[in-house]
């Protein structure tokens, strides 16, 4: 009884205990929906989760009571931030007498507001003074394993179970947590306490003064005067960073903001606190400072009169850019308000209020250095004390993967002038030990690939060709230029705007190259569009040529004239559209997009800043100006890495050229220096062909005396098995001509077909003979009729071609004199002009056969050689079967074919078809015969001969088109009647007198 009276207690008492916590709970529940309905929403779905996020942190605690989740709060600015602050009349003035543009410091990081985040939960520092609202979690482990919340009432007291109110506000977290473990000792028996801050209080604060928004901010007791100036729009221009003040009570707390952004200035930066007031002064005294610092810009200065050492501005400026030597030197406002530089002696003068302090090299040039560029691993720069030229190339991997070692470049500067040449030399005669030489401080030695050397050489060919037009322009302006029709006073211009233009014209054949490989389904297509795009202008400046522009369809070919008074080129810049990519996959659509992003920036509308020189960091470095190791895809971009004029470097080039042509694999231009054998120019040509001549190659040199002015043109020829010739060293601007051998193979090819044994094409050589392709078809078969071989030929046909043409133009020659004839009886009329001009344009687009006449019989050809025909490459040989029947055509009453017999004439043919038809010109029979020769056929009462008709021949009858006029054939025939009168009469007197 007694032990069930026990149980039924503890499970009363348990009872007990959880109907407390869930009518606590409840009521917390109430509390939260309650309170989050009457302040936040009214929407029971922002209520419900409100309530949700509540439960969590309740919910999320551990045995110890400690929240699991922090909790933040983030404070937007009230006022909308300005990434882009406008420029203060400070800064207006200030730039405008350093001449450079300046901005005020630090405003582009505290003057814009910003987002704060504000943590609710989490651990504090011992310094973090509590106050009224702070919430402070207390953990027992021991003998006594408990967890206990309580808050700092307004008292400033903490009052826990089973201890004394312990004294809070207004003291540092760190002593009130040893006064508390104290405490905790002192009441209970082997047990520990651990104490940490659960909740932050919040606190009201004022921001007033030079701030965009200023008013009452909501913080907590961690944030700091940076925070609240924040969500408060930043500090304006016109406010002070250095002398911002904490008004707490009757104590003023300064606070140094530069302390934020540089390690300058006070570092304890105090906590706010309830009912403190953040002031922002006005702007204090400045001062600037410009040139090879890293921070350049208007600095405030701490003292209230201005002044700062010039070591102490440099030091907040960020220090000097690189170590050297500087000078120093500080533009002052005189006491009459002029302006007055002098010169400073180091960092040791006084800066005042409004001066400008400019730091300024003092030297800046790198001797006893030299440079290797171009797309190998080694490029970079060489130390050229007692350096030679061999001692750089002969390392290996010095010459790149795929060097063109016929010609290199070096750029040297003048000791005295200070201009910049370009000299030549040979890196295969370098590396043999005949063209070495020593390298010179700040050389650029410049090693040229074959891939930019096939660029530079089709570059140049095009710039020569656009040159000569130009120059065609000149003598002849009936001559339509590709770069125009300049004057006689513009060639250099011209010049230069050829030059451009090839630049333009290669890199349009690289975007057409790369897009034939990217869809060559519709590279057809889409090159015709491009072709019809104007992709460069023949203005800009060298090296500003766009790699890839787009320009829209309707603006396409347009370009701005250059004015005629203006001394230099003005840039030009077009934006062409992406052409229609249907086809190409995303990747490939992406590609050339890439491609055609990289071009000229578009103009933008001018500034107020145009007029002031940037600081050096802001300076726009041009990419083909830039000192670059990388291999070039434009002559203009190896111009910028020799430091040189491109127009200089392309005439240079072409003064250094070598033409190679014959019997070589890859004939053309090619880039030579002083001592390239001939030898290494054929190997860069890709070498000799296989039937070349090696004991005839032919040289044509030039020698020019310029203090003569005298020059001599010598012509050689070499033959490289000797050791003597296959040294020669080739000369810039001389011809190469490799001959081939000849030989009797190797011409072409003919299509022999019909009845021959064996049909096919066959390959012929020179002076071969049909007689001869005939024995090598195995001769004919026996259905063969030789006399009716067709035989085309190219050449036959391109005469036939020309003769069409011929005709053509006559008789529309003659329609025209028609048409102009003033008698309107003898005048052609429309109609009939209109069906000759029919006739002219079937005859020009006739299509000529080229056939030959000739007999493929062995036997004759054996017989008469001068019937045997020489081959040429293309012809067609047919030997038909015989025929066994004669074709009549034309004008008779039975058109078709009739048996072959022997012995009958056309006449005879003509009529087993049925005779003559009504509109037929008997007089205008044509027989052709089976070789493809036609003759007319004599059908006249006064013929008393007969026409062989062989098999396979065709007769045709043509049409009569004069008609028939009875009045006309009464006059004519009258005419003749007394015509053979008179003759008679004149007969019978002669033989009267004869006699």
């Not at 302390?259 to 304890?268: C, F, M, P, Q, R």
């Not at 105090?270 to 810009?297: F, I, K, Q, S």
């Not at 400019?358 to 190998?376: D, E, I, K, W, Y």
């Not at 230069?496 to 590279?523: F, I, S």
Request: proline share 6%; charged share 20%; hydrophobic share 35%.
């Amino acid at each position: 009884m007694t032990c069930f009276s026990v149980f039924r207690f503890r499970n009363r008492n348990a009872a007990g205990r959880i109907a407390a916590i869930l009518i606590a709970v409840f009521g917390i529940l109430a509390l939260d929906i309650e309170s989050v309905g009457a302040q936040q929403s009214t929407n029971p779905a922002d209520v419900l989760q409100q309530v949700q996020q509540r439960m969590s942190g309740v919910l999320g605690q551990d045995n110890s009571g400690q929240d699991l989740t922090q909790q933040q709060t983030i404070l937007e600015p009230n006022a909308p931030p300005n990434p882009t602050l406008p420029r203060s009349r400070l800064e207006q003035l200030l730039s405008t007498r350093a001449g450079i543009t300046l901005r005020q410091f630090g405003y582009d990081q505290l003057g814009v507001g910003r987002p704060v985040t504000l943590v609710q939960a989490g651990a504090a520092q011992d310094s973090y003074v509590l106050g009224p609202g702070d919430e402070i979690v207390v953990s027992l482990r021991g003998q006594e394993n408990s967890d206990y919340r309580a808050v700092v009432d307004r008292d400033g007291r903490v009052v826990l179970p089973r201890l004394a109110p312990i004294s809070a506000s207004g003291r540092q977290f760190g002593d009130f947590r040893q006064d508390l473990a104290n405490a905790i000792h002192r009441a209970y028996v082997a047990t520990e306490g651990y104490v940490t801050l659960g909740r932050i209080r919040q606190i009201s604060v004022l921001v007033s003064g030079e701030v965009n928004s200023p008013g009452v901010r909501i913080m907590t007791g961690l944030s700091t005067p940076v925070e609240a100036l924040l969500i408060s729009g930043g500090v304006k221009k016109s406010g002070s960073l250095r002398h911002v003040y904490i008004l707490r009570g009757q104590r003023q707390i300064p606070v140094d903001l530069y302390s934020v952004l540089t390690s300058h200035g006070s570092s304890n930066i105090p906590t706010l606190a309830e009912g403190d007031r953040v002031v922002v002064p006005p702007l204090g005294p400045t001062v600037a400072v410009a040139g090879w610092v890293r921070r350049p810009g208007i600095y405030e200065s701490a003292s209230s009169r201005g002044e700062i050492s010039v070591h102490d501005l440099l030091s907040l400026a960020g220090g000097l850019v690189v170590r050297g030597k500087y000078r120093f030197s500080v533009l002052r406002v005189a006491p009459d308000g002029s302006n007055r530089l002098e010169t400073l002696n180091g960092e040791s003068g006084i800066m005042g209020d409004s001066d400008i302090l400019f730091v300024q090299p003092a030297a800046n040039q790198t001797t006893s250095m030299a440079t290797l560029s171009g797309g190998t691993p080694l490029a970079g720069r060489y130390p050229v004390a007692g350096t030679k030229l061999s001692e750089i190339l002969k390392s290996p991997g010095a010459l790149g993967t795929s060097p063109y070692t016929l010609i290199g470049l070096i750029s040297r500067r003048d000791p005295v002038t200070q201009l910049r040449t370009l000299l030549p030399f040979t890196p295969v005669a370098v590396l043999k030990g005949s063209e070495d030489m020593n390298v010179q401080s700040d050389d650029v030695v410049r090693i040229i690939s074959v891939k930019e050397s096939r660029m530079l050489s089709e570059t140049l060919r095009r710039y020569m060709d656009l040159k000569q037009s130009s120059e065609e322009a000149l003598r002849n302006p009936r001559i339509p230029s590709v770069a125009g029709s300049p004057s006689e006073g513009q060639l250099a211009f011209s010049d230069r705007q050829a030059l451009v233009r090839a630049e333009r014209d290669e890199l349009r054949a690289e975007q057409q190259n790369t897009m034939a490989k990217m869809a060559p389904g519709r590279y057809s297509q889409e090159s015709k569009r491009l072709a019809q795009l104007d992709t460069g202008q023949a203005n800009a400046p060298l090296g500003q040529v766009p790699a890839s522009t787009q320009v829209s369809p309707d603006m396409a070919g347009q370009e701005t004239e250059q004015s005629q008074d203006s001394p230099l080129l003005q840039s030009q810049q077009q934006i062409i559209q992406p052409l229609p990519q249907a086809g190409l996959s995303p990747e490939q659509q992406q590609m050339l997009l890439q491609q055609q992003q990289q071009q000229m920036t578009p103009p933008q509308p001018p500034s107020e800043e145009q007029n002031l020189a940037p600081n050096l960091e802001a300076q726009s470095q041009d990419p083909d100006q830039a000192e670059s190791y990388e291999e070039v895809d434009r002559l203009s971009q190896l111009a910028g890495q020799l430091h040189v004029d491109a127009l200089v470097l392309a005439n240079f080039l072409e003064d250094h050229t070598v033409n190679v042509d014959g019997a070589v694999n890859g004939p053309g231009i090619y880039f030579v220096g002083q001592d390239a054998d001939i030898q290494s120019v054929l190997a860069a040509s890709g070498g000799m062909m296989r039937w070349a001549d090696r004991t005839s190659v032919e040289v044509i040199s030039t020698s020019v005396d310029p203090n003569t002015a005298s020059s001599q043109t010598v012509r050689r020829t070499l033959s490289l098995a000797n050791g003597a010739d296959s040294a020669f060293v080739v000369s810039p601007q001389d011809n190469v001509h490799v001959n081939e051998v000849y030989t009797a193979v190797g011409i072409g090819s003919v299509k022999l077909q019909g009845q021959v044994r064996h049909t096919g094409t066959y390959q012929i050589v020179r002076g071969e003979h049909l007689s001869e392709l005939l024995m090598r078809a195995g001769g004919l078969t026996d259905s063969a009729y030789p006399y009716g071989t067709v035989f085309l030929r190219r050449s036959a046909a391109e005469r036939e071609r020309d003769a069409f043409r011929r005709e053509a133009e006559e008789i529309q020659d003659q329609l025209m004199l028609a048409m102009s004839r003033r008698d309107p009886n003898s005048k052609l009329s429309p109609e009939a002009f209109v069906a000759l001009q029919r006739y002219v344009t079937q005859i020009r687009s006739q299509t000529p056969l080229g056939r030959v006449t000739i007999v493929a019989d062995p036997a004759v050809l054996a017989s008469d050689p001068t019937k045997d025909p020489l081959l040429e490459p293309g012809d067609v040989v047919f030997i038909p079967q015989r025929p066994y029947g004669v074709s009549v055509l034309g004008e008779v009453l039975q058109p078709g074919s009739v048996a072959f017999r022997p012995g009958m004439s056309a006449k005879d043919y003509i009529a087993m078809a049925g005779g003559y038809s009504k509109f037929a010109d008997d007089s205008e029979t044509i027989l052709v015969l089976p070789d493809g020769s036609a003759r007319r056929v004599d059908s006249s009462w006064l013929s008393f001969g007969s026409n062989d008709v062989p098999p396979g021949s065709t007769i045709f009858v043509a049409r009569d088109v004069s008609g028939f006029d009875m009045h006309q054939l009464i006059i004519d025939t009258t005419q003749i009647l007394s015509q053979l009168a008179t003759s008679a009469a004149a007969l019978a007197i002669l033989s009267t007198q004869i006699k």
